[in-house]
């Protein structure tokens, strides 16, 4: 920015220094002079094309045609760095022949402007002159010079800022700029405004010390920025020579897709609870030489959440890296699944899972290390209680590392991760432990007849950009318990007692004194076939599949109604459960009973036939299986040594004979 200041002061007052001769030299002449001096000072090509007009009194003043100043050698732009259509530059002149310097107006006609920096670091606006080194020369016109400027007017202008390095390529239009500098040690105001990205950018600010300023040392500074509905404003001190800042800032930032298209991404507004109608932010702000900026004393306000802390914000290679130490009271996080959950949705009643998309852009803007302290957190389908986490954000793959979550009752630990590298994905190794099931299972699914507290441990991944289709792409496994509780809505004795399926609704109920098993999960189905069941009147074991995407069911608890003291013996009638999770339908497999005893009948015929045959068998033929042996085997290895005994008969008496 020094080097711009510079050249635009020094291009102004040589301009105006080659006027004072211009009655005696034609305004081509003038022209050339000036692009002359200007190659001389700066090392680059300077060309003012078209008439130049003059005037002498009581305004010494120049207007010139085009005028365009080259570009670095090595710019790939294909752009000169400035055009304008044209310049009006006038000084008092009455001031001017008193030794002061009071320009009363510059004035810029649709210019453009191109700021490029290459891959290895080199910046265009760093220009090289007559001095040593390449340093503009102690004599360039203007600097150092006490001036005021009662008013630079840009009109029309346009901006590109290139980036090689970072692959970024900006461009701001229809820049209009107004510039005042009443007094060279005294303060300054600007306002300009501009479009980026079809977003209306909008700039004022009143600073101290202007001639402090242009050196880039830091002064007193106000200012106010907006891009569409977002808006911020600063207050304190700022420079830029090393870029440096610290002041109050106070921002709305609800216009998120504004901000993104002005900077030349494409992101989408948040989810509610992050942002998505509401955003604001506020605390002290400290900008450091390396591009860092810090947010101490941080209120953060998104939607109907309040978190405060601190935040730091520091340049990354390929994209920002935010660390942060935040804390809040409840936390409403239900956007983020797309909907409100199975319970709000009318849980067993709804058709399915929130089918709305969830959009995790965001995680591919920055990277993150924020610790986060909150009372709740409610994520919509799941809510819970204290919680004490630590997130990381790495190239769009998120990382909860659950440090402490109060959750039903009970707590929940472990790793579940978002990752929105190219898609989005869900999955996690996690700990439950004491949960309550029956409002976990309520949040979850809108079902609440299983009464108990339990124990999860579950490793899971899932792929999709809704819950519908996380939900059905499910795979993992894991393992559970419950402890003491009942069954709502179900009489499973009942049932077996009577054999009649109709020990079900409102006031019937299963007590139990422990439920456990282990379970896989593939496609979006749960499969499992160890399930042990212990109930005061009842043991059962259980096998089948639970469909959590499809919300279904197709399990089998085969019961022993009713045992002796020993758990053995009572009434065995396999349940079967099938239908939907919300109108689930019950019967006694009693075909299964029926295809079990006559395959039970099958085998004990079988058995008796086998051991008719072998007693058949020892008595007649004296084969007789030995333990673990087929009675085919017997028989072979009986008539092996049936042969073997005959054959030694016959060679005994052969050699008897002779």
Not at 529 to 548: E, H, M, N, Q, R
Request: proline share 4%.
């Amino acid at each position: 920015m020094r080097w711009l200041l510079r050249i635009a002061t020094g291009l102004a007052v040589l301009v105006i220094a080659v006027v004072a001769v211009i009655s005696l030299i034609p305004s081509e002449r003038v022209a050339a002079l000036a692009a002359s001096e200007f190659q001389r000072l700066f090392g680059r090509e300077l060309q003012i094309t078209g008439e130049v007009k003059t005037r002498l009194w009581p305004v010494l003043g120049v207007e010139t045609g085009p005028v365009t100043i080259a570009n670095a050698d090595w710019s790939d732009a294909d752009a000169p760095m400035f055009t304008a259509e044209k310049l009006v530059i006038g000084v008092n002149a009455a001031s001017l022949l008193g030794g002061a310097v009071q320009i009363e107006t510059i004035e810029v006609t649709r210019p453009a402007l191109v700021l490029e920096q290459a891959r290895d670091g080199r910046q265009n606006w760093v220009f090289g002159g007559g001095g040593s080194g390449g340093e503009v020369t102690t004599d360039t016109p203007g600097v150092g010079t006490p001036y005021t400027l009662e008013q630079l007017l840009v009109t029309g202008g346009s901006l590109r800022v290139i980036d090689w390095r970072k692959k970024t390529d900006v461009t701001y239009d229809g820049i209009d700029l107004t510039l005042r500098v009443p007094d060279y040690s005294g303060p300054f105001t600007v306002q300009a405004s501009g479009i980026a990205g079809g977003q209306r950018v909008s700039l004022t600010a009143e600073g101290g010390l202007w001639s402090a300023f242009t050196e880039g040392r830091v002064v007193p500074l106000t200012a106010k920025a907006g891009v569409g509905r977002a808006t911020a404003d600063f207050s304190g001190s700022a420079g830029w020579q090393p870029m440096a800042a610290e002041g109050e800032l106070t921002a709305d930032l609800s216009d998120i897709p504004a901000l993104a298209a002005a900077l030349g991404s494409d992101v989408t507004a948040p989810p509610r609870g992050m942002g998505a109608e509401n955003l604001k932010v506020s605390g002290k702000l400290t900008l450091t030489a390396n591009g860092t900026a810090a947010l101490t004393g941080a209120t953060i306000v998104a939607d109907g959440n309040t978190l405060t802390g601190n935040l730091e914000l520091s340049p990354g290679e390929a994209r920002p890296k935010l660390s942060a130490q935040l804390s809040t009271g409840a936390l409403s996080l239900a956007g983020l699944s797309g909907g409100e959950g199975g319970g709000a949705d009318g849980g067993m009643q709804a058709e399915g899972w929130p089918t709305g998309v969830m959009d995790v852009s965001a995680l591919g803007t920055v990277d993150a290390a924020v610790a986060l302290v909150a009372g709740s957190i409610d994520l919509g389908v799941v809510k819970f209680g204290e919680t004490q986490l630590m997130l990381t954000v790495d190239r769009a793959r998120a990382v909860f590392d659950i440090r402490r979550m109060a959750a039903y009752g009970g707590s929940v630990a472990g790793e579940f991760v978002v990752n929105g590298r190219g898609g989005l994905s869900v999955g996690g190794k996690l700990t439950l432990a004491n949960l309550g099931i029956q409002p976990l299972m309520q949040d979850l699914a809108g079902w609440d007849r299983l009464v108990s507290t339990g124990n999860l441990t579950l490793s899971f991944l899932g792929v999709g950009n809704s819950v519908d289709a996380i939900m059905k792409s499910l795979k993992g496994e894991g393992n559970f318990s419950l402890g003491k509780g009942e069954l709502r809505g179900l009489d499973i004795a009942g049932m077996l007692r009577t054999l009649d399926t109709s020990f079900v609704g409102e006031g019937q109920k299963t007590i139990f004194d422990g439920v456990a098993g282990s379970f896989a999960i593939a496609d979006g189905v749960l499969s499992n076939s160890d399930l042990k069941f212990v109930a005061p009147y009842l043991t059962a074991t259980g096998a089948g599949k639970v469909g959590l995407g499809a919300r279904n069911l197709d399990y089998r608890i085969r019961p022993t109604a009713f045992p002796g003291e020993d758990g053995t013996g009572g009434v065995m009638v396999p349940l079967w459960i099938t239908g939907s999770w919300a109108k689930p339908t019950y019967r006694l497999d009693l075909e299964s009973i029926a295809r079990e005893k006559m395959e039970a009948e099958a085998k004990a015929a079988e058995a008796r036939a086998k051991a008719e045959l072998e007693a058949k068998l020892k008595e007649e033929a004296g084969i007789e299986a030995r333990p673990g042996e087929s009675l085919e085997d017997a028989a072979k290895r009986r008539a092996e040594e049936v042969l073997t005994e005959e054959a030694a008969k016959l060679l005994e008496g052969i050699l008897g004979g002779n």
